[in-house]
Nanobody, 124 residues
Framework: QVQLVESGGGSVQPGGSLRLSCVSSGRASGSFFTFDAMGWYRQAPGKQREMVATITSRYATNYADSVKGRFTISRGDVEGTVYLQMDSLKPEDTAVYYC??????????????WGQGTQVTVSS
């Protein structure tokens, strides 16, 4: 079973920056885990979970319109590692951020493994 563990959340003032990290561990189906893509989702209180950013094994990226130009997703050198650099943070970015990994099919991303989440709070 693959496990994803996030870190790097915290509290920051508007305009500040945070860097989230996600590390995978474990095995899936007797083989080393391999995700077609990994990503970050977030869920604010009273709202549905939404996609923030994704990155494929070929480093193609996709961002929610609300974070374009402010957030950057990247993959680490170690397989199953993904980062989210968040700059120019706004109060509306406050949410629990979840790392995930999954497969691609017909141009869509299907996350299947999830982390426990890390809280990001943007407030003055």
């Amino acid at each position: 079973q693959v496990q994803l563990v996030e870190s790097g959340g915290g509290s920051v003032q508007p305009g500040g920056s945070l860097r989230l990290s996600c590390v995978s561990s474990g095995r899936a189906s007797g083989s080393f885990f391999t995700f077609d893509a990994m990503g970050w989702y977030r869920q604010a209180p009273g709202k549905q979970r939404e996609m923030v950013a994704t990155i494929t094994s070929r480093y193609a990226t996709n961002y929610a319109d609300s974070v374009k130009g402010r957030f950057t997703i990247s993959r680490g050198d170690v397989e199953g590692t993904v980062y989210l650099q968040m700059d120019s943070l706004k109060p509306e970015d406050t949410a629990v951020y979840y790392c995930n990994g999954g497969t691609l099919g017909r141009g869509r991303y299907y996350p299947s493994s999830w982390g426990q989440g890390t809280q990001v709070t943007v407030s003055s």
